[in-house]
């Protein structure tokens, strides 16, 4: 792909290249999750399904501001970040339909999964937790002299709870190469956020820990990238923590099964009209940096990715039950099973 | 040989090792500079630097989940809880992450969490506690209880070398109170589920384990020298995973049973003990089983009231007396 003639420069040191990518992810992220939605009403889901529809901007361009060694924590929105890590559309599909090939083994759920190779550590539910977490993981590359990055995403609603203060300040105090991304969406569950912090921006929660804290449009691909990239950077050359708050919207309700009654169609039409996707299209295709043929061909490759990745999860089967009892300890590796089950019924 | 006590049996076996293995670090509040509210980490900071002894905020659930962080990544933290009461402010990152760390997503997460427990100090409410029962419950975390100082070199020793997550309740009141000769120069390890005959005896089996080992001993010897029946006392050492069998031999040789613990009653690991003992060897009981535990209060400061919440050598006594008069 040549430069279109007369096409400005592209912003914060990125590629034509490297917009296809983000676009790529871009498009994947919500692809996969319209098949999930699909597959939810077909019943094939087997727990809630939760949808990041408006917030894949964000969750895209933030974890492109690292490098393949860092490693990056998702909160539940943050599907987006974990495919940009190379997590694969067909494992997220086994997770979400507990098939026994899932990378937990039909034990954990959803996005709930890891690849530290990769570069993600899975969440658990408690949120705010995984911000000591990858405090201690960030410690560790401190210690040993790594040259890597620690990314952990919250939402509003966690910037309330006592891990995610501990953490933040633990990691300040230590000052381990992290980035704290808030999402913040306007509402956790069904409680604003107005509900959830007495500040105007959760960004300025960053003063108490004696770190930046920057409030950047989360709808905006490309500065949440730039803004991201400059807090890894600072974070990678011995500077410490930085608070990045990504101001978007929650489109859809907390999970499948909320009716959001909470939430006017006006305001949620509002943020139809402030897509992240459709930005960023607009943008690298109106700039002249990406051509229609470009997005054309993305648009196929990623339906044809999910096609196969349907297809290779559907008819694969649930866990075998005994399954259940291994694992939780490295010794024993196996816990027994329960006297009751040896019975005649 | 060189007589040590319980808290120098520790340093040493945290110091080891350090030495042997340099994915061992310590974090904790107040243990690098001062060397810890109880001295147990002295001159760690100054033999391993910063790096491998980091002090930290208070604050415990940042300690044990950065700790799990680092476990990830194939390090082997040692967290320090200042005393063990603290422990449940860390309650969430233990029970939600690190217990299920392996199971629900195949992570690593080699650490120990150690502090110190236990009542008979004086402490209050909040220097006192001995709440194994609250984690005992949660399936993916051992816990380990050393009564002498034997064990609990070996013990922290086995602990830091385990891959699974460990809770080690040291016992304060034993921290200077006991000595004992230890090898020099031999890697001195206990294994982790393995239970110790601390007395052998034929007429009554008491199980217990931490400080009340030596309650039980005082109470054994009373027994003896008084009624001259012959207690034997089983230290479990390691209460998860539990050393079932050497509960179950001791019973079928004495047919009568006691378990007793520091911790309160209701809710109290002595409650699973008997259950099991109910399950898996109901015939070769004589007697009911007995329970000795704390009273289900929260534990006073008055010396006074502290003595008659806890239980002691006396009680242990009176107990064993119901038993072997059934």
Redesign the interface.
């Known amino acids: 792909m040549t430069l279109a003639a007369g096409a400005p420069p592209i912003p914060a040191g990125l590629t034509h290249d490297d917009l296809r990518r983000i676009y790529y992810y871009l498009r994947l992220t919500r692809a996969l999750e319209t098949r999930l939605t699909n597959l939810y009403r077909q019943g094939k889901v087997i727990g809630g399904l939760y949808s990041s529809l408006g917030q894949e901007g964000e969750s895209v361009a933030s974890a492109f501001a690292l490098e393949r060694r860092d490693i990056l924590s998702p909160l539940i929105r943050n599907l987006g970040s974990m495919l940009v890590k190379g997590a694969r559309p067909v494992d997220v599909l086994r997770q979400y339909m507990a098939k026994a090939a899932s990378p937990?083994a039909g034990?954990?759920m959803n996005i709930?999964?890891?690849d530290?190779n990769l570069g993600y550590?899975?969440q658990?539910?408690?949120l705010g937790?995984m911000?000591?977490?990858?405090?201690?993981?960030?410690?560790?590359?401190r210690?040993r002299g790594e040259d890597r990055v620690g990314l952990v995403y919250v939402g509003d609603g966690a910037t309330s709870t006592?891990?995610f203060h501990?953490?933040v300040?633990?990691a300040a105090?230590?000052r381990v190469p992290l980035v704290v991304m808030v999402e913040h969406n306007g509402y956790a569950y069904s409680t604003p956020t107005r509900r959830q912090a007495a500040v105007e921006r959760l960004a300025d929660k960053a003063l108490a820990y004696g770190i930046p804290g920057i409030t950047v449009d989360g709808n905006d691909v490309l500065a949440v990238y730039e803004v991201t990239k400059s807090a890894v950077e600072r974070a990678r050359s011995g500077g410490g923590v930085s608070l990045i708050e990504a101001v978007t919207y929650r489109r859809r309700g907390h999970a499948q099964h909320d009716d959001q009654r909470y939430q006017s169609p006006e305001e949620v039409a509002r943020w139809e009209t402030n897509d992240p996707v459709d930005r960023y299209l607009q943008r690298v295709t109106g700039a002249g940096w990406i051509g229609e043929t470009d997005v054309a061909e993305i648009d196929a490759q990623v339906e044809v990715e999910l096609d196969a990745a349907v297809a290779d999860c559907e008819r694969e089967p649930l866990p075998e039950p005994e399954t259940a009892l291994t694992?939780?300890?490295?010794?024993?590796a196996t816990?027994p099973a329960l006297?009751f089950r040896g019975l005649d019924g | 040989m060189a007589e040590v006590t319980y808290l120098e049996a520790l340093r040493q076996g945290m110091w080891e090792e350090m030495v042997r293995d340099e994915r061992v670090f310590l974090l904790g509040e107040d243990i690098g500079a001062y060397g810890g509210a109880f001295k147990v980490t002295d001159g760690f900071l100054e033999r391993f630097g910063a790096n491998r002894v980091v002090d930290t905020p208070i604050s415990e659930a940042a300690i044990v989940g950065a700790a799990a962080g680092a476990a990830h990544m194939g390090l082997r933290p040692v967290a320090e809880m200042q005393f063990i009461d603290f422990i449940s402010c860390a309650y969430d990152i233990l029970t939600n992450y690190v217990a299920t760390a392996r199971y629900r997503a195949g992570l690593a997460t080699p650490i120990v969490v150690r502090g110190p427990s236990g009542g008979y100090v004086r402490g209050g409410p909040f220097h006192s506690q001995m709440p194994e029962a609250a984690f005992f419950h949660t399936p993916g975390l051992k816990l380990v209880a050393p009564a002498t100082v034997r064990d609990a070199k070996g013990l922290i020793k086995a602990a830091i070398r385990d891959d699974d997550p460990v809770i080690f309740f040291e016992h304060k009141f034993l921290y200077r109170r006991i000595k004992e000769d230890l090898p020099e120069g031999e890697d001195l390890i206990t294994p982790i589920g393995e239970a110790r005959v601390a007395r052998e005896g034929h007429d009554l089996t008491v199980v217990t384990w931490s400080a009340m080992v030596w309650k039980t001993l005082e109470a054994a010897d009373q027994l003896e020298r008084e009624d001259g029946v012959s207690v034997e006392v089983i230290d479990l050492r390691t209460l998860v995973p539990m050393d079932t069998d050497a509960v179950m031999r001791s019973l079928r040789k004495t047919n009568r049973i006691l378990i007793a613990h520091e911790d309160t009653r209701t809710g109290g690991i002595a409650g699973e003990i008997a259950a099991r003992i109910n399950e898996e060897a109901f015939e070769w009981l004589d007697a009911p089983i007995r329970r000795v535990t704390a009273h289900d209060t929260p534990l006073p400061y008055a010396p006074t009231l502290e003595d008659y919440v806890l239980p002691q050598a006396s009680d242990v006594v009176a107990a064993a007396r119901w038993l072997l008069a059934y």
């Open positions: 937990t034990r954990e709930h999964f890891n530290l550590l899975g658990i539910s408690h937790d911000v000591p977490v990858m405090a201690g993981i960030a410690l560790s590359f210690m006592g891990t501990e953490g300040n633990f105090v230590m694992g939780v300890f490295v010794r024993p816990a006297w």
